[in-house]
C-alpha cells in the first residue's frame, strides 16, 4: 500500500476495505454539501465507483492527522497527453476542518505527483463558488481560476508547477 508522510500527515492510498467508511462520510450532509454530486451513494454505486478509480491515473488517499482518520485527498484523472491531473478533498473530522490537515495534506499530494511521479506540470480543481473555505485556501496554494469559470457553479482552477513552488514555501 503507498503511504506518503510529511508536514505530520500520514496519506494512505484507499483499498476496497476504505470504501464503507468513505462512503458513510460522502453521505453526511456536512460533506456533501460541497460536493457538486449530493445524492446518496449506495453500496454498489461505490463500489462501483472504487474500482474505475483504482489504476495509476488515480490517486486516493485516507487523510491521517494527529494520528486520526480526518478526511479523503486526491490526485485523479492524470493525462500525459496534457500534462495535468485533477485534485479534491474533504474533511469530515469537525474538529479538523479549520486546521492544518487539509494545508498539509495537499502540500503532501503534490510533491508527489509534481515531484515523485512527474506526472504533471499542472494542478487542476474543482471548487464550488459558493465554498469560501476552500476557495481561499487553495488561492493561497497558488490556484487561480480559469478563463470563462467566473458564472459557473463549479468553477475549475489550476496551479501550474512554477506557483506551486512560489507559494508552497510561504506555506511550510
Known sequence: ML????????????TEDDIELLRYWRNQQSVKMYMDYREYITPEMQLKWYKSVCNKFN?????EFEGKKVGLIN????SYENGFGEGGIFIWDDDYINSF????????????VFFKLK???LSRARILKDNDRALHYNQLIGYKLLSGQ???????????????IKNATRLN
Do not use: H, M, P, W
Not at 490526485?75 to 492524470?78: G, H, L
Not at 490537515?101 to 508527489?112: I, K, M, P
Not at 459557473?152 to 482552477?157: A, C, G, I, S
Open 119 to 121: 506526472l504533471c506540470k
Open 59 to 63: 490517486y486516493y488517499f485516507i487523510i
Open 150 to 164: 467566473e458564472n459557473v457553479n463549479n468553477q475549475l482552477y489550476q496551479l501550474t508547477l512554477n506557483d506551486y
Open 101 to 112: 490537515a487539509a494545508v498539509f495534506s495537499t502540500l503532501c499530494v503534490l510533491n508527489f
Open 3 to 14: 503511504t506518503i508522510n510529511q508536514y505530520g500527515v500520514t496519506l494512505k492510498r484507499i
Open 75 to 78: 490526485a485523479k484523472n492524470f
